[in-house]
């Protein structure tokens, strides 16, 4: 078999003329035997070297690197896995140490790397606020707004109020976005919640 008689989109001109250069370099030829001996490589009639149904390649890192980037890095290769690539690689070439060839490219590969999906993700320690002991209603506060509220009595937020420590009973009052972003909201906050009643005097706020 001839590399000219495979007819697939793997095996375009520019790497069969690089095979046959490569094999053909005198200076490459001690390693082919080397292989031919250790490897079972065959030289077969049409003056190319194969394993099995795959082309050897010989010489320097660069074809090889070309023939993976070529079933790997392409738009319509895809980018696929170690083991895909591998398996459609070394249906047409062959070298000593291919997989660990490809598995060393694939890992160097930014696009891989980049679409990986990390399945260790890093959880950030979690540390959770705890309630005082023999806390008094009211006495820790968790304070938030609701914003962008259509407009009612003048009013368009609410802030909200959370007893924290104690009953976890929560209090509404209704105000304007502009508060929050002054300290006016404490002086509402006292003054609501005495109107209704309600003794909010905070030790702390969260």
């Known amino acids: 078999m001839r590399i000219m008689d495979i007819d697939d989109e793997h095996l375009n001109d520019d ?14 030829h001690a390693q082919l035997d080397t292989w031919h001996k250790s490897q079972n490589i ?8 194969w394993k099995d149904q795959a082309l050897v390649i010989v010489g320097n890192d660069d074809l090889k690197r070309g023939v993976t980037s070529k079933f790997h890095d392409t738009l319509t290769a895809g980018h ?7 398996t459609e690689i070394c249906k047409y070439y062959w070298w000593p140490g291919i997989q660990d060839f490809i598995t060393e490219y694939i890992k160097g ?30 006495q820790t506060i968790a304070l938030d707004f609701i914003m962008k509220l259509p407009e009612s009595l003048g009013n368009d937020t609410i802030l909200t109020i959370t007893d924290h420590d104690c009953s976890k009973a929560l209090i509404f009052i209704p105000c304007k976005e502009a508060i929050c ?9 006292t003054h609501q919640t005495t109107r209704d009643r309600v003794q909010i005097l905070p030790d702390s706020f969260i």
């Open 109 to 138: 590969c930014a696009t891989c790397q980049m679409n990986k999906v990390n399945t260790h993700p890093t959880k950030p320690p979690l540390y959770p606020i705890t309630a005082v002991p023999d806390a008094l209603p009211f």
């Open 181 to 189: 972003y002054d300290r006016s909201f404490l002086f509402l906050l």
């Open 80 to 86: 696929p896995g170690i083991a895909k690539t591998t």
């Open 15 to 28: 790497i069969e003329m690089e095979v046959l250069h490569m094999q053909g370099l005198s200076r490459n």
């Open 42 to 49: 065959e030289y077969r009639p049409g003056g190319l070297w």
